[in-house]
């Protein structure tokens, strides 16, 4: 089955930076698209980035110009850096394949507070 296993999250101040990496098992990493999502405290998850196989890139409006989704597929990881981050980035960012969506991984804790 597929796993998704996240990391690389925590407390960073206003304008700060993270890298999150999501590693993942039980497909052929190489053949799907792969997404980061966020979901704050109550509020729906929402999509943040999308990358393609082709490495078409797509970022919702509040991110972009700030995040960079990318992949390896050599060590089937997918990452979101995150610069300048902002309060409202604060939120629980899971991976995972938007074309499959199999079950959540546990996700990494991102805080951005002062």
């Known amino acids: 089955q597929v796993q998704l296993v996240e990391s690389g999250g925590g407390l960073v101040q206003p304008g700060g930076s993270l890298r999150l990496s999501c590693v993942v098992s039980g497909i052929n990493f190489g053949d799907f698209d792969m997404a980061w999502y966020r979901q704050a405290p109550g509020k729906r998850r929402e999509l943040v980035a999308r990358i393609s196989t082709s490495d078409t890139l797509n970022y919702s409006d509040s991110v972009k110009g700030r995040f960079s989704i990318s992949r390896d597929n050599a060590k089937s990881t997918v990452y979101l850096q995150m610069d300048n981050l902002k309060p409202e980035d604060t939120a629980h960012y899971y991976c995972?394949?938007?074309?499959?969506?199999?079950?959540w991984g546990q996700g990494t804790q991102v805080t951005v507070s002062s």
């Open positions: 995972n394949v938007p074309q499959l969506l199999p079950p």
